[in-house]
Nanobody
Framework: QVQLVESGGGLAQAGGSLRLSCETSGLPADYYAIGWFRQAPGRPREGVVC????????DYRDATKGRATISRDNAQNTVYLQMSSLTPEDTAVYYC??????????????????WGKGTLVTVSS
């Protein structure tokens, strides 16, 4: 059974940073990619950053490139999202997702096979 569990959400200040964690379990050893998505109120869900399982390819949205970083702790089966220079526009539910069969770009949610339940980040001004 594949499980993805996000943590680290909460209230953040504009200009500050966030660090989210995604604890994974049950993923196949040969999964293709894992990444972070977000959905703001009234907006479609969008990819933030995605990383291949081997770490050789990282994709970003233009809006987050340069201030978002994805990393992985293999020993803990945990993936992290760090993002700086927060603005209220970063307020969203953030999701961890994994792709095991590569049917679409790793920044497209239709290509992801497993999802966490999300963690809410609220950025105050």
């Amino acid at each position: 059974q594949v499980q993805l569990v996000e943590s680290g959400g909460g209230l953040a200040q504009a200009g500050g940073s966030l660090r989210l964690s995604c604890e994974t379990s049950g993923l196949p050893a040969d999964y293709y990619a894992i990444g972070w998505f977000r959905q703001a109120p009234g907006r479609p869900r969008e990819g933030v950053v995605c990383m291949s399982s081997w770490g050789g390819k990282i994709d970003y949205r233009d809006a987050t490139k340069g201030r978002a970083t994805i990393s992985r702790d293999n020993a803990q089966n945990t993936v992290y999202l760090q993002m700086s220079s927060l603005t209220p526009e970063d307020t969203a539910v953030y999701y961890c997702a994994a792709d095991i069969d590569l049917v679409a770009s790793c920044l497209e949610d239709i290509g992801m096979d497993y999802w966490g339940k999300g963690t809410l980040v609220t950025v105050s001004s």
